[in-house]
């Protein structure tokens, strides 16, 4: 473990409890606002289960890289990708998603403390970076849901 990822994992919890005491503070019709009017018109429910489910595909991700793993195909469609990841979600209450939003995020945290220094700088392609360091990964995984709250912020602003 290096200290540096002690700091990206420390930050990953600090971020992932903010994220969530906000998905938790939406009120019940919050929810059906509709954040994004592209593609699929994601409402503030369908943010939380991508930033959810994308938790989970970005620390497999990760995990593959360090092991010596290249990423993702040179052709992925990341809209695609998570078109299908939201749309095809389970119907489940939202304070299920929010629990596993909490534990998923925790075992990243996890992960990352127990990275070494070498394995941070570790190069893969990831679906949105392309081709990046470990590090980086780790760094967008909390801005990527910051920009997220933000529009639904902005949307819950507008309704």
Known sequence: MSTNAEELAEKLRAEGQK?????????ETDWGVQVYSDGAGWTARDILIHVTETEEDILRLMRRIVAGGEG????FDIDAFNARRVGSAEER???DWLAEYGQRRAATAE????LA????????????LGDAEVE???KLMYLHVQLHIRDVKRALNAA
């Open 19 to 27: 994220n969530r005491e906000f998905f938790v503070s939406l009120g």
């Open 72 to 75: 993702v195909a040179p052709d």
């Open 93 to 95: 209450p939202l304070v």
């Open 111 to 114: 992960f990352v403390a127990g």
């Open 117 to 128: 220094e070498a394995d941070l700088k570790t190069r893969g392609r990831h679906p949105f």
């Open 136 to 138: 980086e990964m780790i």
